[in-house]
C-alpha cells in the first residue's frame, strides 16, 4: 500500500552562497565523520531517559554548544527526526551547528532508536495514538529545555518529526521562538491508493484487531540488503553508508515498516497539522525537496500558505531527507537553516 517510510532541497537563490566553513565535506566525511565528528559529539554531549505516556521510557540527548570563555548558551535547538530514525542519524547536523551557540536537546521518539516500545516485536513501527509524540516533546521542552533556563527555544522537525513539530507549534506556541521544518511529513504519500483509500484500509484492519500487524506493503528490515536506490530519501552514497553500516551494527533497535495502527494513527496526526496550520504563530522556515517521494509537497504548500509568518523554500532535484543528502542540496539547506536561526539568536 505505501512505499516504506525511510526518512532520511535547494533554490537557485542559495547556489551562489558560501558553504559553511564549519561544515565537512562529503568526500571527506567517512573518515572524519569516525574521526571527528563522533568523539566532538561525545565529548561534548550526555544522554538520559524520561518517562513520556503510558510510561515508555525516551532517550535523549544533550549536546553543548561552542562557546567563548564566559558566553552563554544563545537559546535551545530541539531537533526532531523522522520515522526508524535515531539521533545518531544527526551527527554531522548537530556537528554543523554546534556554532551557532544553542544547546541542542534531541530524542529517540517513542517506538524507535533507544527509546522503549509499546508491543512486543519492537521492530514494528507502532504507536496507540499520534499525540503520544507531541507530548513526549512537551515533557522534554518542560522539564529538561526550560528547566536549563533557555529563553529562547527553537525546534527543528524532519519528516516525521516536522509533523511533530507542526503539531507542537499549534498546540504550544507559547513555547517557541521559531520552528524550521524539513520535508515535515503533513500529508503522507500513499499512493497508488488516495488517501481516504488508504486510512480506510488500516483503520478497518485496527479495529479488527490487527492494529499491530504490518500494514499492506510493509515488512521487516534487514539493513545488510538495503541499497542507496531502495533507500529513496538521499541521493549521497557516503551518508546512505554511514547509516547503514550503523544500523547493520545495531540490528537490535533498528525498525522496520509500519503497522496498521501507526498508519491510521500518522494520517490522523498530518490531519491535525493541516487543520490546524492557521493556528501557528511561531516564525516558521519549511524546506521543500522537489523530489520528495515519501511525502506529499501538496501538504507542505498548505501548511505555510496558511500559516501567520511561513517561508518556504523548494529545492529543486533533492530527495526527501535534507540533513544527509548531497552536499551540492545539503549545504544550501544548511544555509537557510543557519540564516533563519540567526535572525532570532
Given at each position: 500500500?505505501?512505499?516504506r517510510?525511510?526518512?532520511?532541497?535547494?533554490?537557485?537563490?542559495?547556489?551562489t552562497a558560501a558553504?559553511?566553513a564549519h561544515?565537512?565535506q562529503e568526500?571527506?566525511?567517512?573518515?572524519?565523520?569516525y574521526?571527528?565528528?563522533?568523539?566532538?559529539i561525545?565529548?561534548?554531549?550526555?544522554?538520559g531517559?524520561?518517562m513520556?505516556?503510558d510510561?515508555?521510557?525516551?532517550?535523549?540527548?544533550?549536546v553543548d554548544?561552542?562557546?567563548e570563555?564566559?558566553q552563554?548558551?544563545?537559546?535551545a535547538?530541539v531537533i526532531?527526526?523522522g520515522?526508524?530514525?535515531?539521533?545518531?542519524?544527526?551527527?554531522?547536523?548537530?556537528y554543523?551547528l554546534r556554532?551557532?551557540?544553542?544547546?541542542?536537546?534531541?530524542?529517540?521518539h517513542?517506538?524507535?532508536?533507544a527509546?522503549?516500545?509499546m508491543?512486543?516485536?519492537?521492530?514494528k513501527?507502532y504507536v496507540?495514538?499520534f499525540g503520544?509524540?507531541v507530548?513526549?516533546?512537551?515533557t522534554?521542552?518542560d522539564t529538561?529545555v526550560l528547566a536549563d533556563?533557555h529563553e529562547?527555544v527553537?525546534m527543528?522537525?524532519?519528516s516525521?518529526?516536522g509533523?511533530?513539530?507542526?503539531?507542537y507549534?499549534?498546540r504550544y506556541?507559547?513555547d517557541l521562538?521559531?520552528?524550521?521544518l524539513?520535508?515535515p511529513m503533513?500529508?503522507?504519500?500513499?499512493?497508488?491508493?488516495p488517501e481516504?483509500?488508504?486510512?480506510g484500509?488500516?483503520?478497518?484492519n485496527a479495529v479488527?484487531g490487527?492494529?499491530?500487524d504490518?500494514a499492506?506493503?510493509?515488512g521487516?528490515?534487514d539493513p545488510?540488503?538495503?541499497?542507496l536506490?531502495?533507500?529513496g530519501?538521499?541521493s549521497?552514497y557516503?551518508?546512505?553508508k554511514?547509516?547503514?553500516?550503523w544500523?547493520?551494527?545495531n540490528?537490535d533497535?533498528i525498525?522496520?515498516?509500519?503497522?496498521?495502527?501507526?498508519?491510521?494513527?500518522?494520517i490522523?496526526?498530518?490531519w491535525e497539522?493541516?487543520g490546524r496550520?492557521w493556528?501557528?504563530?511561531?516564525?516558521?522556515?519549511?524546506l521543500?525537496?522537489s523530489?520528495d517521494q515519501h511525502?506529499k509537497l501538496?501538504g507542505?504548500?498548505?501548511v505555510c500558505?496558511?500559516?501567520?509568518?511561513?517561508?518556504?523554500?523548494?529545492?529543486?532535484?533533492?530527495?526527501h531527507?535534507?540533513?544527509?543528502?548531497a552536499d551540492?542540496?545539503r549545504?544550501p539547506t544548511m544555509?537557510?537553516?543557519?540564516?533563519f536561526?540567526?535572525?532570532f539568536?
Amino acid at each position: 500500500m505505501l512505499k516504506r517510510l525511510w526518512t532520511v532541497c535547494y533554490t537557485l537563490a542559495f547556489l551562489t552562497a558560501a558553504h559553511q566553513a564549519h561544515a565537512i565535506q562529503e568526500d571527506n566525511l567517512e573518515t572524519e565523520f569516525y574521526s571527528v565528528v563522533i568523539p566532538t559529539i561525545e565529548q561534548n554531549s550526555y544522554e538520559g531517559t524520561f518517562m513520556g505516556v503510558d510510561d515508555v521510557p525516551i532517550a535523549y540527548m544533550v549536546v553543548d554548544p561552542i562557546l567563548e570563555p564566559g558566553q552563554e548558551p544563545a537559546g535551545a535547538l530541539v531537533i526532531l527526526n523522522g520515522r526508524t530514525e535515531s539521533y545518531y542519524t544527526y551527527y554531522e547536523f548537530i556537528y554543523d551547528l554546534r556554532h551557532l551557540g544553542l544547546t541542542i536537546y534531541t530524542m529517540d521518539h517513542r517506538g524507535q532508536g533507544a527509546s522503549g516500545r509499546m508491543i512486543p516485536d519492537g521492530h514494528k513501527g507502532y504507536v496507540k495514538n499520534f499525540g503520544r509524540y507531541v507530548d513526549d516533546v512537551k515533557t522534554l521542552v518542560d522539564t529538561i529545555v526550560l528547566a536549563d533556563g533557555h529563553e529562547k527555544v527553537f525546534m527543528h522537525g524532519q519528516s516525521m518529526g516536522g509533523a511533530i513539530a507542526t503539531v507542537y507549534a499549534e498546540r504550544y506556541p507559547e513555547d517557541l521562538t521559531g520552528v524550521v521544518l524539513t520535508s515535515p511529513m503533513v500529508k503522507i504519500n500513499t499512493a497508488p491508493y488516495p488517501e481516504f483509500a488508504a486510512y480506510g484500509v488500516v483503520t478497518w484492519n485496527a479495529v479488527t484487531g490487527k492494529g499491530s500487524d504490518y500494514a499492506p506493503g510493509q515488512g521487516p528490515f534487514d539493513p545488510t540488503t538495503w541499497s542507496l536506490e531502495e533507500c529513496g530519501v538521499t541521493s549521497s552514497y557516503t551518508r546512505w553508508k554511514l547509516e547503514r553500516d550503523w544500523l547493520v551494527d545495531n540490528q537490535d533497535i533498528i525498525l522496520g515498516g509500519s503497522t496498521n495502527k501507526w498508519i491510521k494513527e500518522a494520517i490522523e496526526g498530518t490531519w491535525e497539522a493541516r487543520g490546524r496550520a492557521w493556528e501557528i504563530k511561531t516564525p516558521m522556515l519549511l524546506l521543500q525537496a522537489s523530489l520528495d517521494q515519501h511525502v506529499k509537497l501538496e501538504g507542505q504548500d498548505w501548511v505555510c500558505s496558511k500559516a501567520k509568518n511561513c517561508e518556504k523554500i523548494v529545492f529543486e532535484g533533492a530527495l526527501h531527507e535534507l540533513p544527509i543528502e548531497a552536499d551540492i542540496h545539503r549545504d544550501p539547506t544548511m544555509d537557510a537553516i543557519e540564516t533563519f536561526l540567526r535572525d532570532f539568536i
